[in-house]
């Protein structure tokens, strides 16, 4: 199977999340807190029940990808994975450091601030670099490519890379790529567009906007 006909986008308002139809399915990010009934819901749209998901991956801790995780453990068995950083501040409810790169970012810091807090959860894997998918029948691996926060993670399923945070579409344009109105570390962060590019994605799918083509995301740097 073509790898972009795997990944589907699960629309959640200002955010998305993703699932890997794979021969179990795999859930990438969570929605913001009180999503729970509206992800369920966009699940069944696509015929993926809750039980059937054997994981769930956080690409990082803001609360609009981690907010319904605490929910979504207690209705499932899926094993939780993250980063390492992620996993701490998973286990506090807390979001990671936001870090306005812009004046546009600073002047919504304000708003942003909801997702700073989330019912805390406990991850039960934690990515080092990379962790192949292959015990999930899929040819793909989570990797670890801080930037937005230190401790984002991204999903590569072929040419295919679910990227959270690590490049959001424009507020006005969320067809046209751009770095994250929130970047903790700019060093790191251009590091990991590279090492995806060099990893082979073409497509990017991030989960504000996009999705976006490998060419116009290596134009960012
Ligand atoms: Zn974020």
């Not at 955010?15 to 795999?26: D, F, H, L």
């Not at 696509?46 to 319904?68: F, K, N, Y």
């Not at 990227?163 to 344009?173: I, M, W």
Request: aromatic share 4%.
């Amino acid at each position: 199977m073509n790898p972009s006909e795997l990944i589907v986008r699960i629309p959640l308002g200002a955010t998305s999340a993703y699932v890997i139809r794979g021969p179990v399915p795999i859930l990438i990010d969570a929605g913001m807190v009180g999503q729970d009934a509206l992800l369920r819901w966009q699940l069944r749209r696509i015929g993926v029940e809750l039980p059937d998901i054997a994981l769930i991956v956080v690409t990082h801790a803001h609360g609009d990808h981690a907010g319904c995780l605490a929910r979504l453990s207690d209705m499932t068995d899926a094993a939780i994975a993250c980063s390492r950083e992620t996993m701490e501040n998973l286990r506090r409810g807390a979001a990671a450091p936001m870090k306005p790169r812009t004046v546009v970012g600073r002047a919504l810091l304000p708003l942003m601030s909801r997702f700073a807090s989330y019912p805390a959860v406990d991850a039960d894997v934690a990515v080092v670099e990379t962790m192949t998918l292959a015990p999930f029948g899929i040819d793909g691996m989570l990797l670890t490519t801080p930037g937005h926060t230190r401790g984002c993670l991204s999903v590569l399923v072929g040419d295919q890379a679910i990227v959270g945070d690590l490049v959001s579409g424009k507020l006005a344009r969320p067809r046209t790529p751009s770095a994250p109105l929130l970047l903790e570390d700019p060093d790191a962060w251009a590091r990991s567009v590279r090492l995806l590019l060099d990893r082979g994605a073409r497509r990017f799918h991030p989960a504000h906007g996009g999705p976006f083509d490998a060419d116009r995301v290596a134009k960012l740097l």
